[in-house]
């Protein structure tokens, strides 16, 4: 048999010895190994180690999962309005018959001033570093251009479409597209940003930037679609707010 100081708390003498080191010696308890282990190795400490391998486990397949989705560059259709399944409407979902304003607008094309033209987003592993870019199939500056005639129409004014300096009298639409980007990290940020002027016979209305923001949700496969979402989300927002604007400075006829 071994001596050894009995250290649980299921112990009748543990209040008397537990918590004093120079009284421990009174009280030794004739014990064998097995009863000794099986006090130290209860059911919640079992239990306890189970469910950290099995968080440990879940993490290393998550990270797994996520770096094998942040490789490839992604090539969204950049699209207008946003997809009805996200729960967000935009101007142009407002009112099923918009009440026409007889007003007459020429919509010139949107200059795009971003400093890299080429890309809308990237693509992030799961420590996030960026390993991919995302690459749209369709034009920006026609992307923004057709989304602002989209939200005009369907809100009563009527758009004519003009390409260099024809159409410069009448009520006239122009402007800068200065950013579109949607960044990730576990969940999307998309962002545009633009500067719209509005301009009446050479005589200037409106001047204004306008920013909005947009997310499809978490970033669990990091899908082209949800890109194109959180962009024509944050652009709605934007547009949202040019609409607001011009109905106070264009007033209906």
Known sequence: MT?????TLSCALA??????EDDAGKHLLTRTYADFSEELISKPVIM???????????????VAFLAGCAFGTRQPTLIYPPASESGNKSVAHAAITPIQ?????????????????????????ALGMRTADVIPTNDV?????????TELRNNGYTVINSTGQAGNTGKVVSGDILNVFCDMYFSYTGQVSLVVRVNEDGKELLNKHYAGE??????????????????????SS???????????NIPAQ
């Not at 001596?3 to 250290?7: A, G, P, R, S």
């Open 3 to 7: 001596h050894t100081y009995c250290m």
């Open 15 to 20: 209040d008397a010895c537990a918590r004093y």
């Open 48 to 62: 306890s180690m189970v469910i950290r391998s099995a968080r440990m486990v879940a993490t290393v397949l998550s």
């Open 101 to 125: 304003k007889n007003v007459q607008i020429v919509l010139k094309p949107f200059v795009d001033q971003r400093s890299d033209k080429k890309t809308v987003g990237t693509v992030r592993n």
């Open 141 to 149: 500056s026609d992307w923004v251009a057709q989304a602002v005639a």
């Open 214 to 235: 947009g997310s499809a949700g978490m970033a669990v496969a990091m899908t082209a679609e949800s890109y194109a979402q959180s962009l024509a989300l944050a652009l």
């Open 238 to 248: 934007a547009l949202q707010q040019f609409v607001a604007d011009l109905n106070k």
